[in-house]
C-alpha cells in the first residue's frame, strides 16, 4: 500500500515495476480521461502501454486486445466497471498477469470520501487468483480507510509506504465569504494567463460563474458531469493543452489530472470533508513549483453540507462519520494556528513548526476573548427553544422587535437586544466559529440550530471562548514563498518563446499535450544548460534516452539557432524592434497588441519598454494606463517593500492589470 500525496509520483511506484516484470502489468483506474493521460505520457516514454474503455470503437478495442494476446503490451489500464464483467474476468484471468495495480484505491472503501460500488469487483477478482502481486495507492486515506482498503484488497500482510501528506510548495488560504464575486476576481487577478481550476458545488453555478468570468475577460470553462460526454471530452483536452484556461467545475473534474503546471485551486463553496478539499487543492503545483490554494466559505455553505449528509441514504454510523469529517474541515477554517499544521494534523502527521506558506502563518489573525458572546448566542438558542435558525436567534440578540419575536414572545426575554453592541455580521461571524467549535449543531431539514453537549462549560461560563478576526485578501501584503518561479533573464525570453513553440508543434503533431514532450522545468532546465550536443543534452532534466531520441536534436538545432546568431545582427534586430516599438507606443498602441504586430511575446515587449523607460526614451504614460496618483502609489510601494513581487504588488492595490505594468514603474524609479 502506497499513501503519497498528491503529485508526489505515485504513478511510478508501480510502471517501474511493470517494466521488469514478465508478464501484463492490469491498473484500475477510475476515469477515462486519467487513463488517456497515463496512456499518452507512457508511449511517450516508449512504455508499450493501453487502455480498454467505452470511448474506444469496436476496432480500437479489438486493437488493444490483439495486442494484449500477442504479449506486446506490458500496461493496460481499465476502467472497475470492466473488471467487473465476469465475461472479462473470465477472459483476462487466463493471461500472465503480473501485477494488479489498484489506483485511487480509497474508491474501494465505504469509508473513503468517494466510495465507488465498482470497485468492490477488484476483491472478487482477487479471491480468483489470489496469488497476483497487488499494490494500492491513494492520495487520501485516513486510518479506517486504510484498514479498510487492507481488508478488501487482500492487503492485511502487505508492506506499507506512508510518505506523508505535505505538499509545501502550495500556499494554502481560507478567507469567510464577504463579497465573492469580487474576492474570485481579486484572485484571479494573480493568476491572469496561467492555467487553474475552480470547484463549485452545483452544476447550476458552475455554468453562471464561468458565464460571468467570460464576461469579465477570463478565459473560462464550465465542466459538470450533466454536460454530454464528447463535449467534457473537448474541454479536458483543451485544459491539458492550452495555456491560461480557467475551468470552473464541480467535482466531476479532476481526479488523477496530471497537467503539472496548474497554479491554483479555487474553492468559491465548502467541500463536503477534509480528504476532498486535499485532494482537489493538490491538483496545483504538481510541477513542484509555486501554487495557491484559496476557499472561500460562509455559514450557509455549512448548513447546507450539513443537510446534505443527514437527508442522504446513508445509515446513521456513516452520518456520523461525515458529520465529523466536515466539522474537522470547519475546524482548519476556523484555525488561528498554522493551517497546515491542523491539516496534517488530521492526517495523523506531526508538522514541528508553522509552515510559513498559509494565510495565518503570513497573516495571522486577531484573536479576542469571546466568552461573553458565546454565553450570550448559545443562550439565545436554547431560549427560543432550539427552534430557529441562525438569522432569527440573530435578530433577537441586536433587539430586532418583528411580529414574529413579538408572536413568540421574544421580546420579553432578558437577553432581547442584549447583543445590539455588534452587527448582523459579526454575529454571523460568532455563531459559524460556534458551529466549527462543536457548540452548536444545526437541523438537517430546516437549519435550526441546537447546542451540543460539548458546549455546556461555555454556556455556564466555565470556559474561555475565544474568537478571531480573519484578514480578508484585499488586507493582505503577501509574503513571499520559498518556492518560487522560474525567472527569464531578459536576453533568454526569446529562447523560452521558441522552445515552448516548437514544444507546441511537436504536442500538435502527436496529438499530445504539450507537457508530454517535454514539462516548463525541462525547457527551463535546457535554457540553464543550454546543450550543444546530444550527451550534453541528455544531462538535462526530464531528458530520457526516447525523447533525447525523439525531439533532442531539434531542441538542439533551436538552441543553436539561437546561439549562432552574431552578436551584431542580434543588436540590428534588436534595435529595429525598438525602433518600432517606440513608433507604434507614440500611436497610441497596447503593448500587448505591439506584441502581436511585431511577432514577439508580450514579455519581451514589456522588457524592451523597461529598458527605454530607464534610459528616458518613453514616457510612462505611453507604455501603461495608470493615473499620476497611482504611479505615486505604486512607486511608494517598490521603494518601502522590495520584497514584494510585481504580482504581489496587484494585489496589494486591487489593480487589474499584468504583473509587468509594475515592471514598468520600477524601470523610473
Known sequence: ????????????????????????????????????????????????????????????????????????L????IAPERLAAESFQNWILQLNIALLVVDEAHCVSQWG??????YLAITQ??????????????ATADDRTREDIQHRLYLNDAQHFIEGFDRPNIRINIETKDNE?????????????????????????????????????????????????????????????????VVVATVAFGMGIDKPNVRFVLHVDLPKNVEAWYQEMGRAGRDQQSAETLLLYGLNDAIQLKRWINQSDSDDIQKRIENARLEALLAICEAVHCRRQVLLRYFGENYPKPCGNCDVCLNPPKTWDGSHEAQLALSAVYRTGQRFGVSYVISILVGEASDRAQQSGHTSLALFGKGKTRNANEWKSIFRQLIAKGYL??????????????????LKGEQKVTFSHHALRKEIIRKKSKYTDHHLADEDQGLWDALRSLRKVLADSANIPAYAVFPDTTVMDMIALKPSTLDEMAVVSGVGQKKLARYGQQ?????????????????????????????????????????????????????????????????????????????VEISKIIISNPELSDREITEVLHLHCLPDHIRCIRAIN
Open 113 to 118: 470520501h468517494d466510495f465507488r460500488p465498482d
Open 74 to 77: 506490458k500496461i493496460l489500464y
Open 181 to 245: 464575486k469580487q474576492q474570485i476576481l481579486r484572485f484571479l487577478k494573480s493568476y491572469q494567463n496561467e492555467s487553474g481550476i475552480i470547484y463549485c458545488q452545483s452544476r447550476k453555478k458552475t455554468e453562471k460563474l464561468a458565464q460571468w468570468l467570460r464576461e469579465e475577460g477570463i478565459q473560462a470553462i464550465g465542466y459538470h458531469a450533466g454536460m454530454d460526454s464528447a463535449d467534457r471530452k473537448t474541454i479536458l483536452s483543451r485544459f491539458l493543452r492550452e495555456e491560461g484556461h
Open 125 to 138: 477478482f482477487i479471491e480468483r487468483k489470489p496469488e497476483v502481486l497487488r499494490i494500492a495507492l491513494t
Open 441 to 458: 449543531n444545526v437541523d438537517a431539514d430546516y437549519g435550526v440550530l441546537t447546542l451540543d453537549e460539548r458546549c455546556r462549560p461555555a
Open 555 to 631: 531542441f538542439l538545432d533551436e538552441l543553436a539557432l539561437h546561439r549562432t546568431q552574431s552578436p551584431k545582427a542580434k543588436k540590428e534586430k534588436n534595435k529595429d524592434i525598438e525602433s518600432q516599438l517606440v513608433i507604434l507606443l507614440q500611436q497610441g498602441k497596447s503593448p500587448e497588441s505591439i506584441a502581436q504586430k511585431l511577432d514577439i511575446s508580450v514579455g519581451r515587449t514589456f522588457g524592451i519598454a523597461c529598458k527605454l523607460l530607464s534610459e528616458n526614451v518613453l514616457d510612462i504614460h505611453q507604455v501603461v494606463k495608470f493615473t499620476d496618483a497611482q504611479i
Open 1 to 72: 500500500m502506497v499513501i503519497m500525496p498528491t503529485g508526489g509520483g505515485k504513478s511510478i511506484c508501480y510502471q517501474l515495476p511493470a517494466i521488469y516484470l514478465s508478464g501484463l502489468t492490469l491498473v484500475v483506474s477510475p476515469l477515462i480521461a486519467l487513463m488517456q493521460d497515463q496512456v499518452s505520457s507512457l508511449q511517450q516514454l516508449g512504455i508499450a502501454a493501453d487502455f480498454l474503455n467505452s470511448s474506444q470503437s469496436r476496432a480500437e478495442q479489438s486493437q488493444v486486445v490483439s495486442r494484449i494476446r500477442s504479449g506486446e
